[in-house]
């Protein structure tokens, strides 16, 4: 059973900053791309970062590239989200992903998704 499971979210003060961990199971985690997605209230789900198979590559939306930065640990199998200087509109529940194919700004699917986990800005 493939599991990703999100945690590190909560409430912070615009301009503070919060890291994100995905922990992965059930799956040989080198062998997919990983990725964040986030979807606020009355929105749909928007593509956030992704790092390839090793993490040599990384991707970001225009919205928080500064901001966030992605990575992963293959020999833990998790991925981190860092983000910094956090913005209300940054407000969101936030979703871990995994694809064998790569997962860029456009990417919509994935294979798997973990439940997710909220994050909420004040300003």
């Known amino acids: 059973q493939v599991q990703l499971v999100e945690s590190g979210g909560g409430l912070v003060q615009a301009g503070g900053s919060l890291t994100l961990t995905c922990a992965a199971s059930?799956?040989?985690?080198?062998?997919?791309?990983m990725g964040w997605f986030r979807q606020a209230p009355g929105k749909e789900r928007e593509f956030v970062a992704s790092?390839?198979?090793?993490?040599?590559?990384?991707y970001y939306a225009d919205s928080v590239k500064g901001r966030f930065a992605i990575s992963r640990d293959n020999a833990k199998n998790t991925v981190l989200l860092q983000m910094n200087s956090l913005k209300s509109e940054d407000t969101a529940v936030y979703y871990c992903?995994?694809?064998?194919?790569?997962?860029?700004?456009?990417?919509?699917?994935?294979?798997?998704w973990g439940q997710g986990t909220q994050v909420t800005v004040s300003s």
């Open positions: 059930g799956l040989t985690f080198g062998n997919y791309f």
């Open positions: 790092a390839n198979w090793n993490g040599r590559s990384t």
């Open positions: 992903a995994a694809r064998t194919g790569m997962i860029r700004t456009t990417t919509r699917g994935a294979d798997y």
